[in-house]
């Protein structure tokens, strides 16, 4: 006679038998579990969710809140709906600011733009001397402060104590580059050189992909340096370009740290409180006591800078289609 197992629950049967309904049973709960959500990596991630919450998400949609409303010096806070988004696109303070800005980008942008390909084109041909210390050297600025930076180069700019000032009487010349009327340029220049280097990295970062190979054959085909970088290099250089536009118009755009430490520095006033729109929010909130309309300045900035960056970004993926 044959021993047999006894398993509680089971008719008695031998081991034999028993050991298919084991295993069916074992991938019945496999597939069970295949369907059940895994949380293992939002484990991992709610620290960031919950700051990201917090600093970011919670902000923006109390500003949002805030702008429907008016404080009054009789009857307290009072909800006026979209009055202050009506005031603020008849606000003429707040459409010259944005101008400002705008001119700003148009012009600065390119340059830099413009300066760090060259830069990461330079790196990349191979033909530089010292590209360890020029690639250090240009990077940089981007690591001091805007603050620091703005504050340098404002005692460079100064017509009386700074190195403009030692030039004008080594030269007998009268050159004030604080002047209202290339102030604009004085600060795209501090902006030009912070960024450009930041810039060139992303630009050597992409070219670095290409294999070299690529450069082999078109030597061996009998084409020239030129026409390596413009049948080659530029075409590889689209993606980022568009990456490094859209970072920079959300920069410029946000344009503050520079003006408002050179406020003090520019003699009469040629730094008004509006002089970009990110001042004049910030002037609005913390001296004019209006911070539900500088909440509506702000998200309509946003508002703003989103669709520019968005219709840059429609346009870069249009190109690469083709």
Known sequence: MSEQTVVPGLRPQSATGLLPELAASHTSEARVNKHKADWRGWKFMWPFAVVFVFVFIVPIVYAIYISFFKKQMVGGTKFVG????????????????????????????????????????????????????????????????????????????????????????FLGTDIDVLKPSVLLASIGNIN?????????????????????????????DGASEWQIVKSIKLPELKGSLAITVIFSIIGSFQLFNEPSILQNMVPGNAITTYYTPNMYAYNLSFTGNQSNYAAALAITMAVITMGIAYAVQLNSMKEQMK
């Open 82 to 169: 979209v009055e202050n988004y009506t005031r603020l696109f008849v606000d003429q303070q707040f459409w010259s600011s944005v101008g400002r800005v705008a001119l700003f980008t148009v012009v600065q942008v390119p340059i830099m733009l413009f300066l760090a390909a060259a830069m990461a084109l330079a790196l990349d041909s191979m033909k530089l001397h010292g590209t360890k210390f020029f690639r250090i050297s240009t990077f940089l600025p981007y690591a001091v402060p805007a603050v620091v930076s703005t504050m340098i180069w404002g005692f460079v700019y100064g017509a009386k104590y700074g190195l403009v000032g030692s030039l004008n009487d």
């Open 192 to 220: 030009t050189w912070e960024f450009t280097g930041y810039n060139m990295l992303i630009f050597y970062s992409s070219l670095s992909t290409i294999p070299h190979s690529l450069y082999e054959a078109a030597s061996i």
